[in-house]
């Protein structure tokens, strides 16, 4: 069984910038693509950004294409999301997911969730 814990989330103004972290522990078989998606009131859950740990590949949804960066430590089996400019859009729970397929992560259906850290951006 695999867990994924979410860290950093919080409390932000427009503009600004945050860096959350995603730490899996416990047994893990074949964790090959993590990434993040979020999930604002109201809304679905949507895709944000995956990283591919074999090559360091990664992909990142347009919404948040040169604003958000994905980067992965493999030593420590962590994931980061570095956000900036930051705008109340973006206000949402962010979901760490960490799966064998590329394409199955992506459309949201990962092996492993995380259970989400909260972040809200002010206007």
């Known amino acids: 069984q695999v867990q994924l814990a979410e860290t950093g989330g919080g409390l932000v103004q427009t503009g600004g910038s945050l860096n959350i972290s995603c730490v899996a522990s416990?047994?893990?078989?074949?964790?090959?693509?993590m990434g993040w998606f979020r999930q604002a009131p109201g809304k679905g859950r949507e895709f944000i950004a995956a990283?591919?740990?074999?090559?360091?590949?990664?992909r990142h949804a347009d919404s948040v294409k040169g604003r958000f960066t994905i980067a992965g430590d493999k030593a420590k089996n962590t994931v980061y999301l570095q956000m900036n400019n930051l705008r109340p859009e973006d206000t949402a729970v962010y979901y760490c997911?960490?799966?064998?397929?590329?394409?199955?992560?992506?459309?949201?259906?990962?092996?492993?969730w995380g259970h989400g850290t909260q972040v809200t951006v002010s206007s």
């Open positions: 997911a960490a799966g064998q397929s590329p394409t199955t992560l992506i459309s949201g259906r990962p092996q492993y």
């Open positions: 416990g047994r893990v078989f074949s964790r090959d693509v």
């Open positions: 990283l591919r740990w074999i090559d360091g590949n990664t």
